[in-house]
């Protein structure tokens, strides 16, 4: 069964830092597009990072210098490294893979990835 699980959110003071963990089965992420987004109250689903088949990577402006993604193709989990956190990053994350995007281009783009994890909540405390 094909699945993505989150894990690693939780709460943190500003300028804190966490990892989140996205383990998968069912299928192996080498060789896809991976990328986390999240979505605060009110507001959509908005594309945080992403790695592309090809190898390059997209970070929006907002984590720029501060979120850092990556892959182990070994243990079939993608990250996310987020330091520096600010309350303005509080909100629920979710990874997600897409098997058709070649580049990082439309990255921030939720509707071409085809697979969703459950989301892990990031409450970042001021």
């Known amino acids: 069964q094909l699945q993505l699980v989150e894990s690693g959110g939780g709460l943190v003071q500003t300028g804190g830092s966490l990892r989140l963990s996205c383990e998968a089965s069912g299928f192996t992420l080498n060789g896809i597009t991976i990328g986390w987004f999240r979505q605060a109250p009110g507001k959509e689903r908005e594309g945080v990072s992403c790695i592309s088949r090809l190898g390059s990577t997209y970070y929006a402006d907002s984590g720029k210098g501060r979120f850092t993604i990556s892959r182990d193709n070994d243990k079939n989990t993608m990250y996310l490294q987020m330091n520096f956190l600010k309350p303005d990053d509080t909100a629920i994350y979710y990874c997600?893979?897409?098997?058709?995007?070649?580049?990082?281009?439309?990255?921030?783009?939720?509707?071409?990835?085809?697979?969703w994890g459950q989301g892990t909540q990031v409450t970042v405390s001021s």
């Open positions: 997600a893979i897409s098997r058709t995007l070649l580049s990082s281009v439309q990255c921030d783009m939720p509707q071409r990835f085809d697979e």
